[in-house]
């Protein structure tokens, strides 16, 4: 079971601006940055954001992150089709001392 | 360009072993972190081992004693030794090059594509 606790589903309709959240613990999130996996059907995870807020080059600039106390949330605006997808959150716990994934959350364009 | 390439899934029995192998072109593996994370059929992903640039190695408990990450300097490549298998451990086994590591939260910047361990009787 995961630590890191995400939503297992969310849905949004084309264009529209979707959230999607993270929730850790004080030694995970409270005290470390987090990133986020996008992973479309039948393909190895993409990263998407890193150190909480960061976009590797190629990723657009629709996707942010954002990191409060113990919680981070992944926000899509420009809702596309191909968006539809799983994105996983991530961590390093200091207590387990590995990184920690969310248990993922399918994204669903309506 | 970065590439990884897993091999050496397959189907074995319990308490069987099986090695898996990444094949990288376009960076050097020894001069990288390097993990190995897994991910259940229809499950969220798990981290499983990693091996620093200085050779150390750390594993994830549910694997610890059980499961070997190494590597091939000569040869660029990753290895995951996995040894005592259980049903448990039946995933898709993805490499993938680790950044950030005692910075930030270690990020994965590169996978391969991974490769399928069922382990069944």
């Known amino acids: 079971q995961s630590v890191l606790t995400q939503p297992p589903s969310a849905s949004g309709t084309p264009g529209q601006r979707v959230t999607i959240s993270c929730s850790g613990s004080?030694?995970?999130?409270?005290?470390?940055?987090v990133n986020w996996y996008q992973q479309l059907p039948g393909t190895a995870p993409k990263l998407l954001i890193y150190?909480?807020?960061q976009r590797p080059s190629g990723v657009p600039d629709r996707f942010s992150g954002s990191k409060s106390g113990t919680s981070a949330s992944l926000a899509i605006s420009g809702l596309q089709s191909e968006d539809e997808a799983v994105y996983y959150c991530?961590?390093?716990?200091?207590?387990?001392?590995?990184?920690?994934f969310g248990g993922g959350t399918k994204l669903t364009v309506l | 360009e970065v590439q990884l390439v897993e091999s050496g899934g397959g189907l074995v029995q319990p308490g069987g072993s099986l090695r898996l192998s990444c094949a990288a072109s376009?960076?050097?593996?020894?001069?990288?972190?390097m993990s190995w994370v897994r991910q259940a059929p229809g499950k969220g992903l798990e981290w499983v081992s990693v091996?620093?640039?200085?050779?150390?190695?750390y594993y994830a408990d549910s694997v610890k004693g059980r499961f070997t990450i190494s590597r091939d300097n000569g040869r660029n490549t990753l290895y995951l030794q996995m040894n005592s298998l259980r049903a448990e451990d039946t995933a898709v086994y993805y490499c993938?090059?680790?950044?950030?590591?005692?910075?930030?939260?270690?990020?994965?910047?590169?996978w391969g594509q991974g490769t399928l361990v069922t382990v069944s009787s």
């Open positions: 993938a090059r680790e950044r950030g590591r005692g910075v930030i939260s270690p990020y994965f910047d590169d």
């Open positions: 376009g960076f050097t593996v020894s001069s990288n972190y």
């Open positions: 091996i620093y640039s200085g050779g150390s190695t």
């Open positions: 004080s030694s995970s999130i409270g005290t470390n940055t």
């Open positions: 150190s909480s807020n």
């Open positions: 991530a961590a390093w716990d200091g207590s387990l001392n590995y990184v920690l």
